[in-house]
């Protein structure tokens, strides 16, 4: 039994099967690629775990809960975090403002009223927010503001805001997407510390097959809503089917 | 100091001293000279500052921390003022019961409309929120008149019921006059003149009373900006998205805010109220939410301070600058060959007057356009020139010893 369970998810969009009959299990510590063409389904799949979407059929459990019908913010507060495409981070803020947000999240809950308290004295939540920060390299830009960073240093903060929390299960879509090869290569060794040193699973889209083989113990392979095999990586390496959906069928 | 870190407790204390030294720092001109007519330290418009500074803080921390733009929040100011009449009326003139009973009833008001308003964002908040106002306005100009008074408005009255005359100090008069507003027997209108070689000024009860809860109004507000409550306006404000894949529930720290600034334009109809006991349905009109928009643009938006400035500045503009007339203009161009005096006047006279409105729009466009940042933006700016010329000058003296 894995810690997120997918089983029969549909979802239509008008006309458009976008994802049918999606059977996956994701096993506690493990790390779970979920590979396919573009137009595959992977991120509609993505946005039914956390609440954005709703699967018109199946069910989505996690940590033998079902996290359907609940919003974004109760299925983070279950333990789930979502990293996105385009890093979403909070660009007024200075660093550290970002990072104590989840901090107060996650000690305080969904929402809890602190109109007087000041958030300087909240030295616990500050340390724990510095730590998270030395930990991605980041503590030099501490009090920069958010916004006007590079796209490598926003996404390495959206994904300190999110382990900062400990979730149970880290959602990344495609985290090196448009990044440069140095930058991904950094990101692959930070979720590769991040998998050796923390207890947390992590399910990942990808489209770069360097992060994916360099990161996954297994790997689903998506295509056209439906998955088309899961295995290991050696084992997807070679598969004929892979092949088949990421080649077209001409070939 | 009270919880807050250095540069806060110095801003506090500024203010603090603003208002306690505002009598003399507004009178800077001698009574009877040409310029007295600037001096804007009588009780009447010092009242009117400090109040429309409490108003437009509050707007501040809704406008200013989370980026929602009310237009209905002259509604929480009317609904505050008439519910002080109504306890100056029932229960006792004193003005405590009165202002406490105008946040209450603007915070139960801001809560139902802020709860249907916040379902949306953006311009249909805006709208909803006017729309809001303007049902308000209309049932307080119609529908209402029972509770008040329809376009007559609603006063204090000789034969009022006060269930507790003598609450708190709070009695009517002997002589049969209409008891006036007072704080445990104190008139609000009651001022000590204090006659100082050419100037007079004048300390007037009311104003500092005002004054006292606007320094609390304020404290306030900085706690509130530096609080976790408002870390996560300002995140509401920059990414709701993130917010909410954060485990943030966006809508309950919205709608407290929207209270508690519906809240903070209760208590300034409260004063308003209390010092001027005679509230009209004008009070709510849309112009009015619409003048606290622009005091807290033109002072600084998410600014602490800028907000007071601002709301200082309109009413400075509204009384004073709109006193200036063609007669003192060709006073003052007397020195002038008739011709040029006459073309100057005329040129000047559209935006004097009547007219300060114009001058107020070019004004608010200059600082829309040159300083996003409001006054306080313009503050800055003037302190880093500062700055700067400081840091450069000694390198300016040792350049040429060598």
């Not at chain 2, 409490?54 to 929602?68: D, P």
């Not at chain 2, 112009?287 to 400075?316: D, F, N, R």
Request: charged letters at 15%.
């Amino acid at each position: 039994m894995g810690i997120l369970e997918v089983k029969d998810v549909g979802k239509r969009f008008g006309g458009l099967q976008a994802l049918g009959n999606v059977n996956l299990s994701v096993n506690e510590r493990t790390c779970h690629a979920i590979i396919g063409p573009n137009g595959a389904g992977k991120s509609t799949l993505l946005n039914c775990f956390v609440g954005k979407l709703i699967p018109d059929t199946g069910s989505v459990m996690f940590d033998g809960q079902s996290v359907l019908g609940r919003t974004p913010y109760e299925i983070n507060q279950m333990g789930i975090s979502r990293v996105f495409q385009t890093p979403e981070i909070f660009g007024d803020l200075s660093v550290i403002e970002n990072m104590m947000v989840p901090c107060f999240a996650k000690r305080d809950g969904s929402y809890r009223l602190q109109g007087i308290r000041s958030v300087a004295s909240e030295t616990e939540l500050r340390d724990q927010a510095e730590a998270m920060l030395d930990e991605v390299n980041m503590l030099d830009k501490r009090n920069m503001n958010a916004a006007s960073m590079s796209r490598g240093d926003k996404r390495r903060l959206e994904m300190a805001m999110c382990l900062v929390q400990s979730p149970k299960l880290l959602l990344l879509d495609e985290p090196t997407a448009g990044m440069a090869r140095a930058d991904t290569n950094n990101t692959i060794d930070l979720l590769q510390e991040i998998k050796d040193t923390r207890d947390i699973t992590i399910a990942i889209i990808e489209h770069d097959m360097h992060v994916v083989f360099s990161l996954a113990d297994r790997i689903t392979v998506l295509a056209q809503g439906t998955p088309l095999v899961e295995d290991t990586p050696d084992n997807i390496k070679g598969h004929p089917k892979v092949r088949e959906a990421y080649l077209g069928e001409a070939h | 100091m009270l919880g807050l870190n250095k540069p806060d407790t110095r801003l506090l204390l500024i203010v603090i001293a603003l208002v306690a030294a505002a009598p003399i720092l507004l009178n800077p001109f001698p009574e009877g000279s040409g310029l007295a007519q600037f001096n804007a330290g009588y009780p009447d418009l010092m009242q009117r500052f400090v109040i429309f500074g409490i108003f437009a803080i509050g707007f501040n921390i809704l406008f200013g921390l989370t980026g929602y733009l009310s237009f209905g929040h002259a509604a929480f100011l009317g609904a505050g003022s008439y519910a002080g009449m109504w306890m100056m009326k029932l229960l006792s003139i004193n003005v405590i019961p009165a202002i406490i009973f105008s946040t209450v009833i603007a915070g139960v008001i801001s809560l139902l409309i802020g709860f249907i308003s916040l379902r949306r964002s953006g311009i249909y908040f805006s709208i909803l929120t006017l729309a809001f106002a303007q049902m308000a306005f209309s049932l307080a100009a119609s529908v209402l008149t029972p509770i008040t008074g329809g376009e007559t408005g609603l006063q204090t009255n000789l034969n009022d019921p006060r269930i507790f005359p003598e609450f708190l100090g709070g009695g009517a008069s002997i002589d049969g006059n209409i008891p006036k507003p007072s704080l445990f027997g104190i008139e609000m209108t009651a001022s000590y003149q204090l006659p100082l070689a050419g100037w007079e000024f004048t300390f007037n009860w009311g104003y500092y009373i005002c004054g006292i809860v606007m320094i609390l109004a304020f404290y306030m507000a900085i706690r509130i900006f530096r609080s976790p409550f408002g870390l996560m306006l300002k995140a509401v404000k920059s990414n709701q998205q993130r917010m909410n894949y954060t485990g943030l529930n966006a809508k309950p720290y919205m709608l407290a805010c929207f209270v508690i600034s519906g809240m903070y334009a209760g208590l300034a109809g409260g004063l308003m109220a209390a010092m001027d006991p005679q509230v009209g349905a004008e009070r709510m009109q849309w112009t009015a939410s619409g003048e606290v928009v622009l005091m807290t643009i033109l002072g600084g938006v998410g600014t602490l301070i800028g907000p007071v400035l601002g709301a200082g500045l309109i009413k400075y503009f509204e009384n004073i600058f709109s006193k200036i007339n063609d007669n003192l203009l060709h006073q003052w161009f007397a020195f002038l060959p008739d011709g040029i005096e006459d073309f100057l006047v005329t040129i000047i006279h559209p935006f004097i007057g009547k007219g300060w409105h114009l001058t107020l729009g070019l004004m608010f466009m200059a600082v829309i356009i040159f300083l996003p940042g409001g006054l306080v933006e313009g503050g800055k700016r003037i302190g880093r020139l500062v700055r700067k010329s400081k840091d450069t000058a000694p390198d300016g003296k040792t350049n040429p010893a060598e």
